[in-house]
């Protein structure tokens, strides 16, 4: 089944967004564990041997807003005579609460710093990324310390052609959307977490996402056969 991307007036591209998210899921291949007390008691975390990580309690989301390990955001603005690019960086915060007894005992928000974009070209629009972070706290994972995503985002008003070609993560999950005048995302590329524990998981970004969207009757982006 193909997806739209629904414009609000039918023929009038006004504006293009991409959002691409890096997350813990709250279920990992069942590895995640409910904290038993403290603040955060009742939520899923991630059992790293010494303490629990907080998971982003949530699943695959379109919402821009959801919680993300890394989150990077292209907006494109077509309303005048030249498109006018703003990309944003975002890292959430990270929690890891005692084993036993649920306090917090690291609370730390990473980077963005490393996380970079650059506007290659405006004709057609070409946005560059290579984004990492690394996590604050102690005794992570290298697979969740160290993260990254990197590629390409291109989007040609003549032919309202999207295109992605993007550097991910196997591990944990990661997700990227589209939408036009600011509608529901469409979904790009949706990558769930390899089905292995933390520890054992790969680092660095080992998966290549290519994907084109295109509008061929003037009313949203759809998945070009």
């Known amino acids: 089944m193909r997806e739209r991307m629904r414009t609000s007036v039918p023929g009038v591209v006004r504006s293009v967004a991409v959002w691409l998210n890096v997350f813990i899921p709250f279920d990992v291949s069942g590895a995640g564990v409910p904290v038993c007390g403290g603040p955060h008691a009742g939520k899923t975390a991630l059992d790293i041997s010494s303490a629990l990580l907080l998971t982003d309690q949530r699943a695959f989301s379109r919402d821009p807003g959801a919680a993300s390990r890394m989150h990077s955001h292209v907006g494109v603005d077509l309303s005048g005579g030249e498109p006018v690019v703003t990309i944003t960086h975002r890292c ?3 929690i890891v609460c005692d084993r036993r007894t649920g306090e ?21 629009v070409t946005v560059s990324l290579d984004c990492a972070t690394t996590c604050p706290c102690p ?11 990197r590629g390409t985002i291109i989007y040609q008003p003549a032919t309202r052609d999207l ?34 524990a933390a520890s054992d998981a790969p680092g660095g970004a080992r998966r290549r996402i290519r994907a084109i969207f295109t509008d061929d009757d003037g009313s949203g982006f759809f998945p070009r056969a």
């Open 92 to 94: 959430d915060w990270t």
């Open 104 to 124: 917090v005992v690291c609370r730390s928000r990473p980077s963005v710093r490393r996380m970079s974009a650059q506007v290659v070209s405006r004709d057609p």
């Open 163 to 196: 295109s992605v070609d993007l550097m991910v993560g196997l591990f944990p999950a990661a997700e990227g959307y589209g939408s036009v005048n600011d509608g529901a995302g469409v979904s790009i590329f949706r990558q769930a977490p390899l089905p292995i």
């Open 139 to 149: 005794g992570v994972p290298p697979a969740l310390r160290s993260l990254a995503y």
